[in-house]
């Protein structure tokens, strides 16, 4: 059974960081382009980040650009994605997903092939 499970989120005050953590059992990651998405209560889940097979390409939103930083550990079979100065707009469920096809088309539909159960962050003002 393929399972994706985050780790590393918390309630934290802005203007602090935190590691999010992605692994997973009963597939290898290192065949997967991997995406951070997130939805916060009442909005539209939304893509954060995301690193190609190869970790020669990674993505940002806007909102994250220059405060996330997306990394894979192909060794270990994990995905991490680095959060600084964090504030309360960052509050969400923060989901790893998995896609194998090719990385553009990831970009372009964000559908990915496996999902994990999200991990909570929450920024106090």
């Known amino acids: 059974q393929v399972q994706l499970v985050e780790s590393g989120g918390g309630l934290v005050q802005a203007g602090a960081s935190l590691r999010l953590s992605c692994a997973a059992s009963g597939l290898s990651l290192n065949n997967y382009h991997i995406g951070w998405f997130r939805q916060a209560p009442g909005k539209e889940r939304e893509f954060v980040a995301a690193?190609?097979?190869?970790?020669?390409?990674?993505d940002y939103a806007d909102s994250v650009k220059g405060r996330c930083i997306v990394s894979r550990d192909n060794a270990k079979n994990m995905v991490y994605l680095q959060m600084n100065s964090l504030t309360p707009e960052d509050t969400a469920a923060y989901y790893c997903?998995?896609?194998?096809?090719?990385?553009?088309?990831?970009?372009?539909?964000?559908?990915?092939?496996?999902w994990g159960q999200g991990t909570q962050v929450t920024v106090s003002s």
């Open positions: 997903a998995a896609a194998a096809t090719p990385y553009s088309l990831f970009m372009s539909t964000r559908k990915a092939k496996y």
């Open positions: 690193i190609a097979v190869s970790s020669r390409s990674t």
